[in-house]
């Protein structure tokens, strides 16, 4: 049985940053593709960022990138979400995601298995 847990969320004012770690368990996690979604209140879960199974490839939504970096550890079996310039439209429950295989990471229909999620708060 599959387990993600996110850690890492937190009150941040806008422009500061925040370190998502998602451990995960239970699988053969070199195997699969991660990502990572989000959710503001009333809107849909949106997918972030993904990685595939290796590192050498990741994704990311246009409004992430140049402040978002996704990364991910292997033998820890472990993905990182470093969040920088943060901004309060940031502000959402954010989930790690596996991936179907191991190289699709750019859609939702990619991912196939969620955690519970951790809180992230930007001030304005």
């Known amino acids: 049985q599959v387990r993600l847990e996110e850690s890492g969320g937190g009150l941040v004012q806008a422009g500061g940053s925040l370190r998502l770690r998602c451990a995960a368990s239970?699988?053969?996690?070199?195997?699969?593709?991660m990502g990572w979604f989000r959710q503001a209140p009333g809107k849909e879960r949106d997918l972030v960022a993904g990685i595939n199974w290796s590192g050498a490839s990741t994704y990311y939504v246009d409004s992430v990138k140049g402040r978002f970096t996704i990364s991910r550890d292997n033998v820890a079996s472990t993905v990182d979400l470093q969040m920088n310039s943060l901004k309060p439209e940031d502000t959402a429950v954010y989930f790690c995601?596996?991936?179907?295989?191991?190289?699709?990471?750019?859609?939702?229909?990619?991912?196939?298995?969620w955690g519970q999620g951790t809180q992230v708060t930007v001030s304005s």
């Open positions: 995601a596996k991936g179907r295989d191991l190289f699709d990471i750019t859609r939702r229909e990619d991912y196939d298995y």
């Open positions: 239970g699988g053969i996690f070199s195997n699969v593709a």
